[in-house]
């Protein structure tokens, strides 16, 4: 995959898990929680991979 590509895959995953976390807040309950944690292990999973390319 190219550079490019992988740029813009991980802007879109960032917007993506970025909008999980904002909408979860939004919903009590347990079903906002679970969206929430999905939209951060998905930012955490960026980060890392980053901080792995980076090393």
């Given at each position: 995959m190219?550079?490019?590509a992988k740029g813009i895959l991980n802007v879109v995953?960032?917007?993506a898990f970025m909008?999980?976390?904002i909408l979860g807040?939004?919903?009590i309950?347990?079903?906002g929680l679970s969206v929430m944690m999905v939209g951060l292990i998905g930012l955490l999973?960026?980060?890392w991979a980053y901080n792995r390319h980076y090393r």
């Open positions: 190219s550079t490019v995953l960032f917007i909008t999980m976390v807040q939004r919903s309950g347990y079903a999973a960026q980060l």
